[in-house]
């Protein structure tokens, strides 16, 4: 899916993943609308309800790739996030284990794929920063509802420093800035498909 006339090693690899993807970036906040989502506490929960969905599966496959414990993987850990969440807005455990997963996720093989992957999910995390101040109109704080938009607090910033570093240390030939840029494609791609899925339920 990449394109890469005209964009090779001399270029920054997240500026290259920023470029090639902006498109599906712009699509996914449309299939979201997390804005709106945010006028009703029941629309809210449903937006969460979606990204357990993806993010359940999602981690499970990425436990799995050799390396991703570069990333100090459990410590970036959305689905905990998800559940306590959930929880605090009312549903039991048992409920939560009954929800729907997405059983089509991008095809990761590497650890390039993985990081590629997982830039989407950072870079959410990145823009729960501005979410989180909506939150607080519907009386959602990150100890009540409101972790997953906010999962690493004060330490947001730094997180995301140390994923580019691992980035640029690791993705450091070619091949694999293409399958880090096909994977971030991918994922956006599988994203926005489960998203409109649920949304047409």
Same mark, same amino acid.
């Given at each position: 899916m990449h394109c890469d006339v005209g964009v090779g090693m001399g270029v920054g690899i997240f500026l290259q993943v920023k470029q090639q993807t902006q498109h599906l970036h712009d699509q996914l906040e449309q299939s979201v609308d997390i804005f709106n989502q945010l006028a009703h506490i029941d629309h809210y929960r449903s937006v969460l309800e979606i990204f357990y969905g993806f993010y359940q599966p999602l981690e499970n496959k990425l436990t799995m790739v050799d390396g991703v414990e570069l990333l100090e993987f459990h410590t970036r850990l959305k689905v905990p996030h998800l559940r306590s969440d959930?929880?605090?807005?009312?549903?039991?455990?048992?409920?939560?284990?009954?929800?729907?997963?997405?059983?089509?996720?991008?095809?990761?093989?590497?650890?390039?794929?993985?990081?590629?992957?997982?830039?989407?999910?950072?870079?959410?995390?990145? +823009?729960?920063?501005?979410?989180?101040?909506?939150?607080?109109?519907? +009386?959602?704080?990150?100890?009540?509802?409101?972790?997953?938009?906010?999962?690493?607090?004060?330490?947001?910033?730094?997180?995301?420093?140390?994923?580019?570093?691992?980035?640029?240390?690791?993705?450091?030939?070619?091949?694999?800035?293409?399958?880090?840029?096909?994977?971030?494609?991918?994922?956006?791609?599988?994203?926005?498909?489960?998203?409109?899925?649920k949304n047409d339920d």
């Open positions: 959930l929880q605090a807005l009312g549903l039991q455990s048992e409920s939560i284990d009954q929800l729907q997963t997405c059983n089509e996720l991008p095809a990761i093989h590497s650890l390039a794929g993985a990081l590629g992957c997982w830039y989407v999910v950072e870079g959410a995390t990145l +823009g729960g920063q501005i979410i989180s101040k909506q939150l607080a109109k519907l +009386g959602i704080t990150i100890d009540h509802g409101g972790a997953f938009f906010n999962a690493y607090g004060t330490n947001t910033a730094t997180m995301w420093l140390n994923f580019k570093n691992i980035v640029e240390q690791r993705v450091n030939t070619q091949e694999n800035e293409n399958i880090f840029i096909d994977s971030a494609q991918e994922t956006f791609v599988k994203l926005i498909h489960w998203f409109r899925l």
